[in-house]
């Protein structure tokens, strides 16, 4: 019975870590999202999403679908509050401001808030094969552990 609770409180945990984990990367993500867009390479949104894309892997690898979903719930809870006026009348996620001088200084918010959804929902729908922690003997060995073997006649004669 011990084996069932432990294996139920880690569950847990990584459900726990799983929606913090969602609202901290949206939080660093829309802080970072407007980075470079004045310029050629909109560093700050490859940044973001990247981060968004880390943590909800390893949010569908360590918790799975469940796990996944709440990383959705806690970093687009984040997001969409940040994205409103702050208390002197800032926003975090600015849109189409006539001041923007090009495409993507333009539409970064948009690109931001409809792209962190869509980045999620895809890995939820990726295979579940591709998020599976291999372990023990089922694991791949690392390259050094790999056997060399000694080519057979039949490989020779080729």
């Known amino acids: 019975m011990s084996g069932?609770?432990?294996s139920s409180l880690a569950r847990l945990w990584a459900y726990l870590a799983s929606?913090?984990?969602g609202a901290l990367s949206g939080l660093v993500g829309t802080l970072a999202h407007r980075m470079g867009a004045t310029g050629w390479v909109p560093y700050g949104l490859i940044i973001a999403f990247a981060l968004l894309i880390a943590s909800s892997y390893w949010s569908r690898a360590s918790a799975g679908a469940i796990g996944l979903g709440l990383h959705i719930i806690?970093?687009?809870s984040?997001?969409?509050l940040l994205m409103g006026y702050g208390p002197g009348g800032d926003v975090l996620i600015p849109i189409a401001s006539p001041a923007f001088t090009n495409f993507v200084d333009q539409h970064a918010g948009?690109?931001?808030l409809l792209g962190s959804l869509v980045v999620q929902v895809l890995m939820l729908l990726l295979p579940k094969r591709w998020f599976v922690q291999r372990t023990g003997a089922a694991a791949l060995p690392a390259p050094h552990e790999v056997p060399v073997q000694a080519p057979t006649s039949s490989?020779?004669?080729v």
């Open 74 to 76: 806690g970093a687009s």
């Open 110 to 112: 948009y690109i931001w």
């Open 78 to 80: 984040l997001i969409w």
């Open 155 to 157: 490989a020779a004669a």
């Open 4 to 6: 069932t609770r432990t």
């Open 19 to 21: 929606l913090l984990l």
